[in-house]
């Protein structure tokens, strides 16, 4: 359709919208026009329109969807952009006095932000932050000039907020779209995040506050497995899965021509204090595809630095493959402390110059690896788990790149290239044939994590193969005994060949196929289990 011949989207068009596509009953009183909310039960209508300003808010649960694009989104369960084709498709122009509005919207949140961000700031050098300042500057080592760099802050009550910005219903209702308040199922509002904790400002690619997360200052023993972070839920203009910390400062960074890419908030901070100013962190040990492009975009080689113990390596190993599928250039900081790089700057500060130059191929870094894992030497079985294990890893490289790690494998495994080429392939062949059981799967899942074993108790789920059920009575047992601790599957041991396969394959999946950090994986387990149980 062309563009003069769709219709304008006047408050008489989106009342049209409103009654024919989304089947609100619209009443109007006085100027605005009221309904049930579509969100939330209600006896009397709460939600309602303002022609004038085309806005949408409900009184009852704090919903406020801002313009008509975005109520299409909520109720259609879509994205803002697929609303905006939707609604065009009706008929409608979706073009400048809308684009105009959204960034009005967006240029309110900032600058409600950055009076966020001023306030837990204020909070933090106030009596009331005296705790949180505290923990900062004695457990963190961290000095007024970097608490101020990075602007961090804490929260004094969960009602701070909402009782600051409760008389201007504009501004609360930006905070409510944003989730740093949220409402109740009483309708009673609240701030996000709750008394005593840390806050921490996120900024875009821009330097522009976006959103802010939390952390715990202090921590009960029963929650010393839990995560001590509290993000701010996503919403339209900020996603986690899109974000990396200090980017903005990273790319502002002409004149290095590399980064070193860590995990964590205080990673950044404490290597930044001590000098080391080219740091960002992915807030995980994985990469989402979105945050691939953004590393892309700096054109800058990544160095990796994290955790040198065994969870750290694999890590590592998992952000190196991700950073060469998709050719970022790389390197790796091989170094042999349990510590990250926030405990290094505290503990073994004057080693830091020194592990920052320690740096790896990414390619030999992995093979190194696997090659010490399973004691390469004469051992025929552990030379060929080793070249599978490379096989796996790399299935979905370049013939170039298969044929140097072919050339490597050799070497490591002193094999002639044929017999390691053979081996090599016929396991590629085999993980592109081979499906992995729903049972394997979640077995597998509760090795990872001890919550997830949690879920299988309450459900009583029941193992149908024998095998997979002697290895969950070996979990159950050690996270009963211990119920603090995680399990390592890598230090069982079995005596039975069978069991010995079924471990090593349990280990494959949660090296290559489960993440237990992303945002989605407890989805996907409790998909996984209804499914099993379903087929059971």
Request: glycine share 4%.
């Amino acid at each position: 359709m062309d563009q003069k011949d769709l219709l304008p989207l006047s408050a008489e068009n989106i009342l049209q919208v409103l009654k024919r596509e989304l089947r609100l009953p619209l009443i109007q009183k006085g100027r605005d026009y009221f309904v049930s909310c579509p969100f939330h039960q209600e006896k009397s209508p709460s939600f309602t329109f303002e022609p004038e300003k085309k806005i949408f808010k409900c009184f009852g649960c704090g919903f406020g969807a801002g313009n008509i694009f975005k109520l299409w989104a909520q109720m259609k369960k879509v994205s803002v952009i697929e609303a905006k084709q939707e609604i065009k498709k009706l008929g409608y122009q979706v073009g400048s006095e809308e684009n105009w509005l959204e960034q009005e919207e967006i240029s309110k949140e900032k600058k409600l932000f950055s009076l966020v961000a001023t306030i837990y700031q204020h909070n933090l050098f106030s009596i009331a932050g005296k705790k949180a300042l505290a923990y900062l500057k004695q457990k963190r080592q961290l000095n007024r000039e970097t608490i101020q760099q990075f602007g961090l802050g804490c929260s004094i009550n969960h009602q701070q907020l909402t009782n600051l910005f409760s008389a201007n219903s504009e501004d609360a209702e930006h905070l409510l779209l944003t989730n740093l308040l949220r409402s109740k199922e009483n309708s009673w509002i609240t701030d996000f995040f709750t008394e005593n904790q840390l806050i921490i400002p996120l900024q875009n690619e821009k330097g522009e506050i976006m959103a802010f997360a939390g952390r715990k200052i202090e921590v009960a023993e029963w929650e010393a497995g839990q995560n001590k972070y509290l993000h701010l839920p996503n919403y339209e203009n900020y996603q986690k899965s899109s974000f990396l910390y200090n980017y903005f400062r990273v790319k502002q960074m002409g004149e290095t021509d590399f980064c070193y890419l860590v995990e964590g908030f205080f990673d950044v901070i404490s290597l930044t204090q001590a000098g080391v100013n080219n740091c960002l962190a992915s807030l995980g040990t994985s990469l989402s595809k979105q945050q691939l492009i953004l590393l892309k975009k700096l054109k800058k080689k990544i160095v990796l630095f994290l955790d040198g113990d065994s969870a750290g390596k694999q890590a590592t190993i998992k952000l190196a493959i991700a950073l060469l599928a998709q050719d970022i250039e790389c390197e790796v900081i091989n170094h042999s402390l349990s510590l990250d790089p926030d405990e290094i700057c505290q503990q073994k500060k004057k080693e830091l110059t020194q592990i920052c130059q320690k740096k790896e191929d990414p390619y030999m870094y992995i093979l190194q690896h696997f090659a010490q894992k399973w004691e390469i030497r004469e051992n025929p079985q552990s030379i060929a788990s080793f070249i599978r294990k490379i096989a796996n890893l790399f299935q979905d490289f370049s013939p170039k790149i298969q044929e140097f790690l072919l050339e490597k494998l050799s070497a490591f495994a002193n094999w002639d290239k044929e017999e390691v080429k053979e081996t090599y392939f016929a396991y590629q062949s085999q993980i592109r044939t081979k499906e992995i059981s729903k049972e394997e799967e979640l077995l597998a899942y509760c090795y990872q994590n001890r919550r997830y074993w949690l879920i299988i108790q309450q459900e009583n789920y029941f193992f149908s193969q024998s095998e997979y059920r002697y290895l969950y009575q070996l979990l159950h047992n050690y996270y009963t005994a211990k119920p603090h601790l995680e399990f390592n599957l890598e230090k069982l041991t079995v005596d039975n060949s069978s069991l010995k396969e079924k471990t090593r394959q349990l280990q494959e999946i949660i090296d290559d196929n489960l993440d237990q950090t992303s945002s989605n994986s407890l989805a996907n387990f409790m998909k996984l289990l209804k499914e099993s149980k379903h087929n059971n």
